[in-house]
C-alpha cells in the first residue's frame, strides 16, 4: 500500500489513505506507517467517513476514474479528483 501511495503522491494525485482498511505483517512498522508516513503522503481517515464522503453529490461529481489495483495479498483503490 505504501508504495502505491507513494507513487501515486509522486504523480500529483490527492491521496487518502483508508487507516482501517489496511494492515501489516510487521505491527511496529504499520503503527510507523500511520503515524509517520502516511500523513506526509495525503489525507488519512476511516472507512466509514470515506464513504460517506464518497456518498456526498458534490465528492461524487469531482472523483471521474476510479482505478482499482489487486495484488494476492492486498488491494487498494485510487481516485482520480480533480478540485
Known sequence: MEATARSAYDYGYNV???VDAM????AA?????LAKIF?????TDTTD??????KEARF???CSNVY????PKRG?????CRS
Open 16 to 18: 487518502v489513505l483508508v
Open 49 to 54: 467517513n470515506v464513504l460517506r464522503l464518497l
Open 23 to 26: 494492515t501489516d505483517l510487521d
Open 68 to 71: 482499482q489495483d489487486l495484488s
Open 29 to 33: 512498522a504499520h503503527h510507523h506507517s
Open 76 to 80: 487498494s483503490l485510487l481516485l482520480e
Open 60 to 62: 461524487r461529481k469531482t
Open 39 to 43: 500523513p506526509r503522503l495525503g489525507e
